[in-house]
């Protein structure tokens, strides 16, 4: 079946450490982006992708880095400048140009600090 | 810039009866898309339905409908024949026509208690 995966499910950082959330994709999408949904909030923009090779920053880009290197994977890296990285992040695709379809979200990854 | 505003931190509806969640928007473009998302307690966010600002007719999708006022900039979903399943949190999202950037806007969601 086609989706988005994205790993792990939880994950826990230390004080000063990056730690990189894993997105793939197998449904041919153009288009990636990542989102942070913090408690009694929507989601909000971290990163997007229209290609490979190419990425913009979204509204809340500061603390975040990526790559897309290839089509089918947008790794989100979560650094030590990112103060308040605790919130459930959310991996999503869609057809670049074909803005009537929807975006697919993947399960989400769960950070926590230690 | 694009806003959603969901102004219905919660709602609450009985088993087999409607309820209505409101979304309102702000943008200066007149071609745009409008999208619900459903979020139920596993976290994953499910597309409920979806509007394109350019057709007059209200989507419809099952037990889901929208009533979609382009002049006020609202864009309210419908749920009848309300069903446990149904509870969730429910995201109104704003998606540009065209342009370099798709991305969505979300709104800060409704939380939907369906109870017996």
């Known amino acids: 079946d086609g989706g988005i995966t994205q790993s792990p499910k939880y994950l826990f950082r230390k004080e000063g450490q990056n730690v990189t959330l894993s997105c793939e994709q197998n449904?041919?999408?153009?288009?990636m982006y990542w989102y942070r949904q913090d408690p009694g909030q929507g989601l909000r923009l971290i990163y997007y992708s229209q290609i490979v090779n190419d990425f913009q920053k979204g509204d809340i880009a500061e603390g975040y880095s990526v790559s897309r290197e290839k089509k089918e994977s947008f790794p989100l890296t979560v650094t030590s400048a990112q103060k308040n990285p605790t919130a459930f992040y959310l991996c999503?695709?869609?057809?670049?140009?074909?803005?009537?379809?929807?975006?697919?979200f993947g399960d989400g990854t769960r950070l926590s600090i230690l | 810039a694009q806003t959603v505003t969901q102004s219905q931190p919660e709602m609450s509806v009985q088993e087999a009866e409607t309820v209505t969640l409101s979304c309102t928007y702000d943008?200066?473009?007149?071609?745009?898309?409008l999208f619900w998302y459903k979020q139920p307690p596993s976290r994953q966010m499910i597309l409920v339905i979806r509007q394109e600002a350019y057709k007059q007719q209200n989507a419809t999708e099952n037990r889901f409908s929208v009533n979609f006022q382009k002049a006020a900039k609202s864009f309210s979903l419908k749920i009848s024949d309300s069903q446990l399943g149904d509870a969730a949190m429910y995201f109104c999202a704003y998606r540009r026509y065209t342009g370099t950037a798709s991305k969505l806007t979300f709104g800060t969601g409704t939380r939907l208690q369906v109870t017996l």
């Open positions: 999503a695709s869609s057809w670049a140009e074909r803005f009537n379809q929807p975006q697919h």
């Open positions: 449904l041919n999408h153009d288009a």
């Open positions: 943008t200066s473009e007149s071609d745009y898309y």
